[in-house]
């Protein structure tokens, strides 16, 4: 019994994990994120709460991005945006809303292979109602896949496409208040472990 035990306890921990990571693409991925370090995709939040959030480039071909470009849009009621803001010194020539046509003052270098493009601030209304995050393509995009896509730093003729952190433009990247748990805490096996002791 208790070996049937440890076996259902590694698989769930196996897919707890896998969900956290990129898929299906290891390089260029871009997300939403709670946290800077591009680690918290989901979370609960009360209403009257002010939400922060993070669009984030990770694992990045190229050292350095010259600009970028992707649409940036939330769907539930449950939450209001307030703001999205371009980090660094830009000039933002998108004219449709929810789409980000960001050239860069000077290339910006990706630190430990996280780069932070813009900050994202929302006021949750009603925390029973999930709220979900997508990123995808501009209408008027640069690349030949029609994925969000930034400019290399060193070279401004070179775009990258950036693939969506959970492998398409139709699925959201970072929720709010839809009951997932999938934190380091939670994910983590001695965690589950003691829930059995």
């Known amino acids: 019994m208790k070996t049937l035990c440890m076996m259902t306890l590694l698989v769930v921990c196996a897919s707890i994990a ?10 260029n991925n871009l997300g939403i994120y709670f946290d800077e370090g591009a680690s918290r995709y989901c979370c609960g939040s009360p209403p009257g709460s002010f939400v922060d959030m993070y669009l984030i480039l990770t694992s990045p071909t190229y ?24 980090r660094y010194q830009y000039i933002n020539a998108a004219t449709i809303p929810n789409e ?30 999930p709220v979900y995050g997508y990123v995808g393509p501009t209408y008027y995009h640069s690349a ?13 003729n070179v775009i990258q496409v950036m693939y969506p952190r959970t492998g398409g ?13 999938v934190d380091t805490e939670s994910a983590s096996f001695g965690t589950v472990k003691s829930l059995f002791r």
């Open 18 to 27: 896998g969900a956290q990571e990129p898929w299906p693409y290891n390089d």
């Open 63 to 86: 050292a350095t991005v010259g600009g970028w470009e992707a649409k940036v849009h939330f769907e539930g009621a449950g939450a209001v945006p307030i703001s999205f803001v371009p």
């Open 100 to 129: 980000y046509i960001v050239g860069l003052g000077g290339p910006q270098p990706a630190v430990d292979g996280i780069l932070v493009l813009m900050d994202i601030r929302l006021y949750v209304v009603d925390g029973m109602i």
């Open 144 to 156: 030949d896949e029609a994925l969000p896509a930034y400019v290399n730093g060193a070279d401004l």
């Open 169 to 181: 433009v139709d699925d959201w990247v970072v929720s709010i208040n839809n009951g997932c748990v």
